[in-house]
C-alpha cells in the first residue's frame, strides 16, 4: 500500500507570495493531520481534517489554512508569506482521528 | 508548560548495544497515548511504537520497546541492538483525549534526540 504522498518535496518562495501544499494520504485514510518543523519551535501542530472537517487547529495565524476534499486529500495554503515561515511542513494521514499517524516525506518550504 | 519533555539533546551508542531514550509527559487527561517516531535526515518521520494510557503491558514492536511508567509519566524507548541506521532524530509524542472532546488527532511532540551509532 503506498504511503502518504506530499507535493511539492521543496519550494522556493520569496515574501508576500502565497503557497499552497498537497497531501495525499494512505488509501482508506479519512483523517489528515498537518505539522509545521522548524529548528526553532520544533513540531507544531497546525489543523487536523476528518471526512471534510476541520476538526482541530493550531496556535497558527489566520495566513494558515487548509481544507480536506471528498476523497481525503488535503490541501494547505499559506498567503502572505514572511520568512518565518520557512519550514519542513508534514502532513500525516490515519484511519480515523484516534488511530495511529503516518506521516509523509514533507514540503521543505524556503522564504526569501 | 511543555507537555513532552525530552531531556537528552543527543546521545551515542556503539552499534548491536542497547540505549534508552527518555520521555516525561505531562497531562491530566486520564486517557491518552502515547508515540515514538524516527526522523532520518531525509525529514521524513516514521511511527516506531504507541502505548496507550490503559495498556497495562509494555508495549513492543521488534527491537523497539516502550518502558512505560505511567506514575512518574515516563514512556522511554529502548531500542535492542542498536544499528547503524538507526541513527536518527527520535520523537516523543502524546496524544491527549480531554474529557468530552470529540478531537483526538493533535500530537504533541518533544523537543527530540539526536541518536549516533558508531561502528
Request: glycine share 10%; proline share 4%.
Amino acid at each position: 500500500k503506498a504511503g502518504v504522498t506530499q507535493t511539492p518535496r521543496y519550494l522556493i518562495k520569496t515574501r508576500g507570495q502565497q503557497v499552497t501544499l498537497s497531501c495525499s494520504p494512505i488509501s482508506g485514510h479519512r483523517s489528515v493531520s498537518w505539522y509545521q518543523q522548524t529548528p526553532g519551535q520544533g513540531l507544531q501542530f497546525l489543523f487536523e481534517y476528518f471526512s471534510e472537517t476541520q476538526r482541530n487547529k493550531g496556535n497558527f495565524p489566520g495566513r494558515f489554512s487548509g481544507r480536506q476534499f471528498s476523497n481525503s486529500r488535503s490541501e494547505m495554503n499559506v498567503s502572505t508569506l514572511e520568512l518565518g515561515d520557512s519550514a519542513l511542513y508534514l502532513c500525516a494521514s490515519s484511519l480515523g482521528t484516534r488511530e495511529t499517524q503516518y506521516f509523509g516525506p514533507g514540503t521543505r518550504l524556503l522564504v526569501l | 508548560a511543555q507537555k513532552i519533555t525530552q531531556t537528552q539533546p543527543g546521545m551515542f551508542v556503539q552499534e548491536k548495544e542497547a540505549v534508552t531514550l527518555d520521555c516525561t509527559y505531562d497531562t491530566s487527561d486520564q486517557s491518552y497515548g502515547l508515540f515514538w517516531y524516527k526522523q532520518p535526515s531525509s525529514g521524513e518521520m516514521i511511527f516506531l511504537i504507541y502505548q496507550g494510557s490503559y495498556d497495562e503491558q509494555n508495549a513492543t514492536e521488534g527491537r523497539y520497546s516502550l518502558n512505560f511508567q505511567k506514575a512518574r509519566k515516563s514512556a522511554n524507548l529502548v531500542i535492542s541492538a542498536s544499528q547503524l541506521g538507526d541513527s536518527a532524530m527520535y520523537f516523543c509524542a502524546m496524544r491527549e483525549v480531554p474529557a468530552g472532546g470529540t478531537s483526538y488527532g493533535k500530537l504533541t511532540f518533544g523537543q527530540g534526540t539526536i541518536l549516533t551509532v558508531h561502528p
